[in-house]
């Protein structure tokens, strides 16, 4: 399977492993996974620990531009714009992936 990717795909690969190497960003992906969609003060309120509005609305952006979670709607809240995201079949391979990874015990050589 591996012989089968070329370099655009291993460019691809590697910006996705980065972006859920910051443990705020695969909490968004595991909240998102239980719920249809929410907005970033949403998935702010659902965090596990205390994560700015403003950090969880840029790691939002990201994990969208990698194409992880996608634009869900929007509405208006008191004169501005709240956007919505929900989790694509990308990202929900990713997070299934994460979790095959997680169960995978420690292995010290």
Same mark, same amino acid.
């Given at each position: 399977?591996?012989? +089968?990717? +070329? /370099?655009?795909?291993?460019?691809?690969?590697?910006? !996705?492993?980065?972006?859920?190497?910051?443990? /705020?960003?695969?909490q968004?992906?595991?909240? *998102?996974?239980? @719920? &249809?969609?929410?907005? #970033? $003060?949403?998935? $702010?309120?659902a965090?596990?620990? +205390? /994560?700015?509005?403003?950090?969880?609305?840029h790691?939002?952006?990201?994990?969208?531009? *990698?194409?992880?979670?996608?634009?869900?709607? $929007?509405? #208006?809240?008191?004169?501005?714009? %709240? @956007?919505f995201?929900?989790? $694509? #079949?990308?990202?929900?391979? *990713?997070? &299934?992936?994460?979790?095959?990874?997680? +169960? %995978? #015990? !420690?292995t010290?050589?």
């Amino acid at each position: 399977m591996a012989a +089968d990717l +070329d /370099t655009h795909d291993l460019d691809r690969a590697a910006a !996705a492993f980065r972006a859920l190497a910051h443990v /705020t960003r695969l909490q968004i992906l595991v909240v *998102l996974r239980e @719920h &249809e969609q929410l907005s #970033p $003060t949403q998935l $702010t309120a659902a965090l596990e620990h +205390d /994560t700015a509005l403003a950090n969880v609305a840029h790691h939002t952006r990201v994990l969208a531009k *990698l194409g992880l979670v996608a634009p869900a709607g $929007t509405r #208006p809240v008191r004169g501005a714009i %709240e @956007h919505f995201y929900k989790l $694509t #079949p990308h990202g929900i391979g *990713l997070l &299934e992936l994460v979790g095959r990874v997680a +169960d %995978e #015990p !420690a292995t010290h050589t």
